[in-house]
């Protein structure tokens, strides 16, 4: 009620002055530095974002990193073969991660809330935080002081009882910049599918799958000088059915969750002195509950987020970064008995020179969490440019990251360990970039070679006692290639043409034998697939644009001795879109969006069945001024 | 550049074709059982909690061959549910009962073909022939046992309990059944279908069985580190305990007392296997059977026509699971593998 209250509050901050068009999106900021990074990086800029309604969705769509959907609701990430609490996800710098399982459900984050996404890979997640063992996620809002004002309104109607309304606004002057979303869902879900238990697969109806989530996003910034200080607050609440699998249907499930982030940020530079402080907290309610059963659980997290960043510029040449993370972690829950505490530490230093051809980055960071410290987790970046006058690039990239286990491995009654060690991932990286602007077309193609060696990992395993156990019995090799090719044509053209194609090929190898006579050792790991591929192609004429989306996800097992696998799934979207002028300042947008083009049956999880061919329909109205 | 597109776009439109959908077997031959015989076990192999691996396979005694999955071979690929729990022969039908999918399958005993498939269950656990008309069926949700007419495979009552309902015996006409989270044994008129009286026992009673003296044998397992584990034996005529065998630790959980064909020594899982006569008035010191690294005891059976003990090894939960035979005296005859969590053995009886 009371964020209810809040909301009210902010409202007629953008009624009064409300009018917008197309989805704002102000300049980022997102590589502060603006020299190329030296690790592997995947941008989903603002106008991707557009194409896709969740967070779920749309790394599903342009990178080559694997969601592992439930179809309606929850959907978690797999970065080169490891686990999805082996990912950080960070929301303008604060880490969103659960304490208690260290995941984040990809399928709550609707793009309306961010203007962009970076998926860093590898031992680059190191510079966001420890933990990420895979990768990083970070999702980024821009901050824009060129004076506007634009505002988009947005109805989108689907099939199966499906209704988005989403408001975003911005507007800046005298250095003031304020941006405002709201975000309103419904969505029965009630499609139809194969039900592959029964004899014939008869087509039925999918049941208990509504949602409805709500969502509340404002921004203030203001620049005086050199430094700026805004506050951001993020507000949602998703009230949804979790679909039980075909094969047990009595299964009612549903799950509420909320999500109060507010952070606060000063930035600014001194001389050669650049610095950051970022302050946030996160707050995370689920209160589940089956209702066959009448089990309920009730969580509740809490996380402090503080960060300082300063980053000195010695010279032209060498930057020094400084980076202090004080993060405080609280989790309250039916299954851990009482509430659980804890400080989340860590320092960072880095150097990064540039010589020539090279840049090197070299970074430590000092872990202190709970009791434990890990003074040495190291990375070491290196960019260097083959050909003077060619962007032609090898990277070059090493570092040790460690994953501290979660509240539920530490403490969760029955079978939590408080003597459980950190996860440790070993990793290295080798790649090609190759970047080409000719007046036709500019191209950016990326070849990487990854490898990641995980110690400790955490796994869960039966006890003669009756209930589960977390050991760091697990040990996992991960090596693969990752390639990727960007094409778009340069704007001045009357035909605008951009495509990218991600793909990736992972080996994820259960390296250690937990028992006699153990048949899952030098196994792939369940829901891994071998490939995955992405790759999207859009055209766009004067007002009219046209885009095809690819999915490629490749067999992947479902049992740990390899015996059960998942077929291959192939999936086309197509969207079509026009824009219309009404007069200098409104424009109107309407789009078509056919999802699962050639309507394959498919499940991404065992029978837990995803939708067949869909349509969506979208109208922005927008406000330029 | 752009051809690449344009072969992508092929590509994507060729795989139009693809027809599997779900779980699929890698290696697993496909073709059907036909015939079964006494001699036969059959392997109910639970499969994990909400993905709908459970399944069945079948042992042949004397040949030593072993046929998996044999429950969706007979029935064109189908999976046998979410949960497998326990399998029961009456005639020339099999009953398994699949928990989380709320259904009774029934099965033609000589090739596993489906007859009919019962559901309107909650929770079902066990079955438990009463006569040639009707069967008991407990339930883990329900709050109640539901009465099953065998001759039209419906639901023809329900008998109301207060929470879990386990494994069941019939003696006498009337019928014992574990009350798993309230500490004791139901005690049922099955001629009037009621709850007549009851018998306090420990936690988490999880085996009943009957000796060659007509006394009747329980297994509780303490739940979860609340109580210590015990072994119960009571008089069924005046519903006297006259046993009580304390186990030591509190954190064990045994499970599964089995009985042999002359019903005067019996096996039940404590991490490891231990046998005990009906006359001990202690817990053997040292294991029939000793477990190895990783090994999770989990399933239990004894077959009735030589007392050989098949032992079911659930592993990790997650791969495939082993069965062990072994000869009443305690020698290993043949290893071998079956689903994921093996969990019951129901022995052929024609």
């Excluded at chain 1, 970076?118 to 680059?124: D, K, P």
């Excluded at chain 1, 004899?199 to 799958?209: K, Q, R, V, Y």
């Excluded at chain 1, 405080?328 to 505490?341: F, M, P, R, S």
Aim: with cysteine.
């Amino acid at each position: 009620m009371k964020h209810f209250l809040f909301i009210l509050f902010f409202l007629p901050f953008f009624c009064f002055a409300q009018t917008d068009t197309t989805i704002t999106y102000t300049t980022f900021e997102l590589q502060e530095d603006k020299i190329l990074p030296s690790y592997k990086t995947t941008l989903i800029d603002s106008a991707r974002s557009k194409t896709a309604l969740t967070l779920a969705e749309l790394i599903q769509n342009n990178s080559a990193v694997f969601i592992k959907s439930y179809g309606t609701g929850l959907a978690s990430i797999s970065f080169r073969g490891t686990g999805a609490s082996h990912t950080q996800v960070l929301w303008n710098g604060i880490t969103l991660n659960s304490p208690m399982n260290g995941q984040v459900d990809f399928s709550l984050y609707p793009t309306v809330f961010f203007d962009n996404v970076s998926l860093n890979y590898g031992a680059s997640g190191l510079n966001a935080g420890n933990g990420a063992l895979g990768g990083s996620v970070i999702l980024n809002n821009g901050v824009n002081f060129t004076p506007h004002f634009k505002s988009t309104i947005q109805q989108a109607a689907g099939s199966f009882g499906h209704y988005t309304t989403s408001l975003s606004s911005s507007f800046s002057k005298n250095n003031w910049f304020s941006e405002t979303q709201l975000y309103y869902t419904n969505q029965q879900n009630n499609y139809p599918y194969k039900n592959n238990t029964e004899i014939g697969s008869p087509i039925e109806t999918l049941d208990n799958a509504k949602k409805i989530q709500y969502g509340f996003q404002q921004a203030i910034f203001k620049r005086i000088k050199n430094q700026t200080f805004g506050v951001r607050f993020l507000y949602y609440n998703s009230d949804r059915n979790l679909v039980a699998p075909i094969t047990s249907r009595t299964t009612k499930e549903k799950q509420q969750d909320e999500s109060v982030r507010c952070l606060f940020e000063w930035k600014g530079n001194y001389k050669k002195l650049h610095y950051k402080f970022l302050s946030g907290i996160v707050k995370d309610v689920i209160n589940y509950e089956e209702t066959t059963t009448n089990n309920k659980s009730n969580n509740e997290t809490y996380l402090f987020d503080n960060l300082i960043n300063i980053k000195l510029h010695l010279n032209k040449n060498i930057i020094i970064n400084n980076n202090f993370n004080i993060r405080y972690e609280v989790a309250n829950a039916n299954g851990l008995t009482n509430k659980k505490k804890r400080f989340n530490n860590s320092w960072l230093l880095g150097i990064s020179q540039k010589y020539n051809r090279i840049n090197i980055d070299v970074i430590n960071r000092f872990l202190m969490v709970g009791d434990e410290q890990q003074p040495v987790a190291p990375n070491v970046n290196m960019l260097f440019q083959l050909l003077k006058k060619k962007e032609l690039y090898i990277k070059v990239n090493t570092g040790i990251n460690y994953h501290y286990p979660t509240f539920n491995d530490l403490f969760w009654v029955q079978g939590g360990d408080a003597n459980l060690k950190p996860e440790e991932s070993k990793m290295a990286e080798m790649g090609l970039l190759y970047k080409q602007n000719t007046p036709f077309i500019n191209t950016k193609t990326e070849l990487t070679a990854f490898y990641n060696y995980v110690t400790n990992w955490i796994i869960w395993l039966p006890t003669e006692f009756g209930y589960w156990q977390p050991k760091n019995l697990q040990e996992v090799e991960n090596k693969g290639i990752e390639a990727s090719l960007e094409l778009s044509s340069p704007k001045a053209k009357a035909i605008k043409i951009s495509s990218s194609v991600h793909y990736t090929y992972t080996l994820s190898t259960n390296k250690k034998a937990k028992l006699n006579n153990d048949n899952s050792l030098e196994k792939q790991l369940i829901y891994v697939p071998y490939h995955k591929l992405s790759y999207y192609v859009a055209a766009e004429y004067k007002k009219t644009a046209i885009t095809y989306q690819f999915n490629y996800t490749g067999k992947r097992y479902v049992t740990s001795d390899n015996d059960w696998y998942m077929p291959a799934n192939y999936i086309s979207d197509l969207i079509l879109s026009r824009k219309m002028e009404l007069n200098d300042k409104f424009n109107l947008v309407g789009s078509f969006k056919v999802n699962n083009l050639f309507n394959q049956d498919y499940q991404s999880i065992a029978y837990r069945p995803m939708p067949g061919r869909n349509y969506l329909l979208n109208i922005a109205l927008g406000f330029k001024k | 550049m752009k051809y690449l597109v344009y072969i992508l776009t092929l590509l994507s439109l060729l795989s139009c074709t693809k027809t599997e959908l779900g779980p699929q077997c890698e290696d697993c031959p496909k073709e059907p059982i036909t015939t079964t015989n006494f001699t036969d076990v059959l392997i109910v192999n639970e499969g994990n909690y909400t993905n709908g691996n459970a399944s069945l396979s079948f042992y042949k005694s004397e040949t030593q061959e072993v046929y998996n999955n044999v429950y969706s071979n007979a029935n064109s690929g189908l999976p046998l549910g979410d949960v497998a729990q326990s399998a029961l022969q009456i005639g020339d039908k099999l009953y398994v009962v699949v928990n989380n999918s709320s259904k009774i399958a029934v099965l033609d005993a000589n090739n596993f073909e489906t007859i009919q498939t019962i559901s309107g269950f909650n929770s079902p656990r066990y079955i438990l022939p009463i006569n040639n008309q009707k069967a008991y069926v407990s339930d883990l949700y329900a709050n109640a046992i539901s009465i099953l007419d065998l001759n039209t495979s419906t639901i023809s009552g329900t008998i109301p309990t207060n929470g879990w309902t386990e494994k069941m015996l019939l003696h006498n006409d009337t019928a014992y059944v574990c009350n798993y989270n309230n500490s004791k044994i139901l005690i049922i008129n099955t001629a009037t279908n009621t709850i007549v009286g009851d018998i306090a026992t420990g936690k988490g009673v999880n085996s009943i069985t009957l000796d060659k003296n007509n006394k009747i044998w329980v297994l509780c397992n303490g739940g979860i580190n609340e109580e210590i584990p015990s072994i119960v034996q009571f008089n069924p005529t005046n519903r006297v305990i006259e046993k009580t065998i304390l186990f030591t630790d509190i954190t064990h959980s045994p499970s599964n007392l089995t009985f042999n064909d002359v019903k005067d020594e019996f096996v039940f899982i404590n991490q490891d296997v231990f046998k005990m006569s009906i006359n001990d008035n202690s817990l053997p010191s040292t294991p029939f059977i000793t477990r190895t690294t990783g090994s999770l005891f989990y399933g239990l059976g004894i077959s009735p026509i030589n007392n050989e003990i098949y032992i079911a090894d659930a592993k990790d939960y997650v791969q495939k699971g082993d069965v062990y035979r072994y000869s009443y005296s305690g020698s290993l005859i043949h290893q071998f593998e079956a689903g994921i969590i093996p969990s019951d053995f129901l022995f052929f009886n024609q």
